[in-house]
């Protein structure tokens, strides 16, 4: 084979390795819909509010920013924490910068480990913030792939996404 034609042959192979890892480096959007962490008779009155957060995952990178509202007392500190599954909790893998107020924002980044950024993927990694009357978890929100959501009270029309069924 000559030099002329085993190069014309490398080329594409060289090419379609170059555009491979770069699609594999792309970005990655995931949100969360911040609501009340779980509720008994007892701690009800103090755990309200609302918010939203999204996250970008950039090759490990993963960038966190969201805001939330209606809290009955001042947020203390956030947390992104790795739960077993959706919607199971566990621990804390690092702290975010959180408002210390009834309302406000949340942010932070962390490299994740290659465990950790195949546990965001699968819906395992969640927000939770705490506040003055609700210590163990005021707000959750688990991170989603980012998708369409419905406003509240509309209905969904066409596809719509269901919650840990994209990444089984």
Same mark, same amino acid.
């Given at each position: 084979m000559t030099t002329k034609k085993a190069f014309c042959l490398a080329v594409p192979a060289i090419l379609g390795g170059i555009l491979f890892s770069l699609a *594999?480096? *792309?970005t990655e959007n995931f949100?969360?819909?911040l609501g009340p962490a779980p509720l008994t008779a007892a701690n009800r009155a103090n755990i309200q509010g609302r918010g939203s957060a999204? *996250?970008?995952?950039?090759?490990? %990178?993963?960038?966190?920013?969201?805001t939330f509202g209606g809290l009955v007392s001042p947020a203390t500190d956030a947390k992104?924490?790795?739960? !077993?599954v959706m919607g199971a909790p566990g621990p804390s893998i690092l702290d975010l910068k959180v408002s210390q107020?009834?309302?406000?924002?949340?942010?932070?980044? !962390?490299?994740?480990t290659s465990a950790q950024v195949a546990a965001l993927k699968s819906g395992k990694?969640?927000?939770?913030?705490?506040?003055? %009357?609700a210590a163990t978890g005021n707000l959750w929100g688990w991170l989603e792939p980012q998708h369409d959501? *419905?406003?509240p009270g509309v209905p969904q029309q066409g596809d719509w996404y269901m919650p840990g069924l994209l990444n089984d």
């Open positions: *594999a480096q *792309a949100q969360a819909n999204t *996250a970008v995952l950039d090759g490990r %990178k993963l960038s966190v920013s969201g992104l924490n790795l739960g !077993l107020d009834v309302s406000g924002t949340v942010s932070g980044e !962390l490299t994740l990694l969640y927000i939770q913030i705490n506040s003055q %009357k959501s *419905a406003a």
